[in-house]
């Protein structure tokens, strides 16, 4: 019995403990999905870390109901496929199996999966974090309502006599003119 990680379609994750050898890869991972793509599942993805090899498995291909919303790590070298693995749509269940250098099946789980997650991805920022929301705030809660510019310039006494320039002309026209109707057929 082989400890793997099961990615289901709702992005959350479980443990498998399955009888999985090599030979058997493919038909096992079918047997034990939720959820399938088109066709018949196949290895994805694989990564390197400290001597072991991560394989992903599952569907490039599929119903729009059934789309992964997991978000892999990046940089994932494939066979076939030439998108990134951290952008690439999915479908239905993903599956995580670690093999050593003899390509031995290993026991791989959630909580080892997101320790190399975590280590891949340290030092990116989530585009999705509260930073912003809370900048916007901090300058509304100290905007009192008055132009507080001490940079402007008191000297200056605008001439009320000026007309103001614009960047457009403005054009006088008689109610009475009116357009002629468009008679070209489209």
Not at 33 to 57: F, P, Q, V
Not at 144 to 167: A, F, M, Q, S, V
Request: proline residues 1%; negative net charge.
């Amino acid at each position: 019995m082989k400890n793997i990680v099961r990615i289901n379609i709702d992005d959350s994750m479980n443990d498998l403990e399955l009888t999985i050898e090599n030979r058997n890869v493919v038909n096992i991972l079918n047997k034990n999905a939720n959820k399938k793509g088109k066709n018949n599942i196949r290895h994805l993805y694989s990564w390197t870390k400290d001597n072991k090899i991560i394989k992903c498995y599952g569907w490039y291909d599929g119903n729009h109901d059934y789309v992964n919303k997991h978000e892999l790590i990046p940089y994932g070298s494939s066979k076939f496929l030439e998108d990134d693995s951290s952008t690439i749509l999915l479908y239905g269940d993903i599956y995580l199996l670690c093999y050593d250098n003899n390509n031995k099946i290993l026991d791989f789980n959630v909580s080892d999966y997101a320790n190399f997650y975590n280590e891949i991805n340290e030092g990116f920022d989530d585009c999705d974090s509260d930073d912003d929301e809370t900048d916007e705030t901090d300058e509304e809660e100290y905007y009192d309502g008055k132009d507080n510019n001490e940079d402007e310039d008191t000297d200056y006494k605008p001439d009320e006599d000026e007309e103001e320039e614009h960047d457009f002309e403005i054009i006088n026209t008689s109610d009475s003119e009116e357009l002629e109707e468009d008679k070209t057929e489209y």
